[in-house]
């Protein structure tokens, strides 16, 4: 996408991929998130604040979100989208583009369970036909093919009930409650002309049913004391309809889940083991993602404190573990967008993004994918709480800031506070977190915890060794070392123990610093060279030469 400019915004094109609003003064956040979630869905594109509509267009102004890196971070915790913003000015008035890219491949965007359209000049929900459009974009669902042998008696009344009362809840729209089951499941497709679809039996299929048409869809739990072979302490099979028994895992799961208690002066943090939101979506996507026409279950073993889910059916395609944040592809679309309709995922796609927000929320290891393979995905979500101080952290951030944090935020801070390199995907979120004084530089390409969280955890030594207090500072560092070491001498290996933060060229500079003002000496050449006190001794030359 192209920088906008004010001659090129004043002569383009209103319509699906740009909209332009005078919004002189106020524009609600609601409304931009649809129009965003809208030219999303059409390929991306620009919203313009403070320019008129109609030809030919004037720069007006607009005052509207004073704080736009504030309103960027809200729509793209709103719709997942990486959402930038432009800035521009023509005589003293602002004008507000915010850049919108296109939505996923075979993923529509969704705000509020809702993937706006543009038809003309309205916003309209997504018409069936071109979310189908879209869903084909990433191959074959199986999940939306008809079960030929599958007739009414096969689904499970309770089941559809249950699915009915969550989708009721989460559009609010009463009318639901009067559609009779046919109707219901024709009107989310989980019921087409040609029959009973897989997503209707996995979803509400009975007992009887997926035994006799589909008896690989089955999710057998099992709890286990330790990790040694040998028979559970506890097992159960859920051959049913999945609307039937979901609640049911959740409770086996809770049934042993102890809080870790963590005390902060007169505070008392207490972490579950295992957070439900995160073993939520984990059961989620292993339902709507595994394959289907392979055979095998899902497993889930839980232990006292670690939860592994084991799915038949590698990633989808394009899917790899060290894309997943960012890619997502669900394998069967039918069902996944049942899940949304009813509000068990709140954006489809985005259960994994969760589960390693919430995993350094809570200062636990990321979620392992360790033994994944083409056939079968592996996920285990380590309960344990490994890091009490970075739990302190997450707290002293506050939840008010954590909330408008991306799951790129989250990653780039577990990067800093285990001091490890950032990727390249990380750094464009470098600087909003240096600005809200989260982290902070130390040398280049070197970042550490703001000053106020070291304090928090009553590191403030840290803090200061850290960072260093400046250039003369870690100079004297270095001297003291030389000092101390004077008889045997320093070497360079040694000063990267004194300025961990600082790699070995920038220790050189230093050392050549000191070394130009008469400061110390080397003696012998290369890394194995020893530095001393003092200006380089001056060779004598005996008399008569």
Not at 188 to 202: K, N, P, Q, S
Not at 365 to 383: I, M
Not at 510 to 520: W, Y
Request: with cysteine; hydrophobic share 40%.
């Amino acid at each position: 996408m192209r920088v906008p400019e004010i001659a090129w915004l004043l002569e383009a094109k209103e319509g699906e991929n740009i909209e332009f609003k005078e919004a002189k003064y106020y524009f609600k956040f609601d409304d931009l998130a649809k129009y965003a979630c809208a030219i999303a869905n059409h390929g991306g594109g620009y919203i313009v604040l403070g320019i008129t509509d109609k030809r030919p267009r004037q720069v007006v102004g607009s005052k509207a979100f004073e704080q736009p890196e504030q309103t960027r971070s809200g729509l793209m915790e709103r719709l997942r989208l990486g959402i930038n913003f432009h800035l521009l000015e023509k005589d003293a008035k602002r004008v507000l583009v915010f850049e919108i890219p296109s939505r996923p491949v075979g993923i529509p965007i969704q705000d509020k369970g809702t993937a706006w359209w543009r038809e003309g000049d309205s916003l309209i929900a997504m018409p069936m036909s071109e979310m189908r459009t879209i869903f084909a974009e990433s191959g074959h669902d199986f999940s939306a093919d008809v079960c030929g042998k599958a007739d009414w008696s096969d689904l499970d009344g309770a089941a559809i009930e249950d699915f009915r009362s969550r989708w009721i809840a989460k559009s609010r729209n009463s009318a639901l409650a009067n559609l009779t089951h046919e109707q219901l499941l024709r009107d989310c497709e989980a019921v087409v002309r040609d029959g009973i679809t897989y997503a209707a039996l996995i979803s509400f299929g009975t007992r009887e049913a997926l035994g006799r048409l589909l008896g690989q869809s089955e999710v057998i739990f099992e709890y286990r004391a330790t990790e040694a072979s040998g028979p559970a302490q506890q097992r159960e099979e859920f051959r049913q309809g999945f609307f039937a028994f979901y609640d049911r895992i959740w409770e086996l799961i809770n049934r042993r889940n102890d809080n870790q208690h963590f005390q902060y002066g007169l505070f008392v943090l207490d972490i579950p083991t295992f957070e439900e939101r995160s073993i939520r979506e984990a059961i989620l996507n292993a339902v709507s993602h595994r394959d289907y026409q392979l055979g095998g279950s899902i497993f889930l073993r839980q232990y006292p404190r670690k939860l592994v889910i084991e799915s038949p059916g590698g990633l989808p395609p394009e899917v790899t573990i060290e894309n997943i944040l960012d890619r997502q592809s669900p394998r069967n679309r039918r069902i996944a967008d049942l899940f949304a309709r009813c509000g068990l995922v709140e954006r489809s796609g985005q259960g994994m993004n969760l589960m390693f927000e919430m995993s350094i929320q809570s200062a636990k290891a990321l979620p392992d994918f360790n033994g994944t393979d083409r056939f079968n995905v592996t996920l285990a979500l380590d309960g344990q709480v490994q890091d009490p101080k970075l739990l302190q952290m997450m707290e002293k951030i506050g939840k008010e800031t954590l909330a408008r944090f991306s799951t790129q935020d989250f990653l780039l801070v577990n990067q800093v506070h285990r001091e490890k390199t950032i990727p390249e995907s990380l750094k464009d979120r470098i600087p909003r977190l240096l600005e809200l004084g989260i982290i902070e530089r130390v040398a280049r390409g070197n970042f550490i915890l703001g000053h106020r969280y070291y304090a928090s955890i009553g590191k403030k030594g840290v803090y200061t060794r850290k960072k260093g207090l400046d250039r003369e500072t870690n100079k004297e560092l270095l001297l003291k070392h030389i000092r101390e070491n004077q008889e045997a001498g320093s070497k360079l290996l040694e000063f990267h123990q004194v300025l961990p933060s600082h790699n070995r060229g920038q220790i050189q500079v230093l050392l050549r610093e000191l070394q130009k003002e008469g400061r110390i000496h080397v003696q012998g050449h290369t890394s194995a060279g020893k530095w001393f006190l003092g200006a380089k001794p001056e060779i004598l030359q005996p008399e008569g030469q």
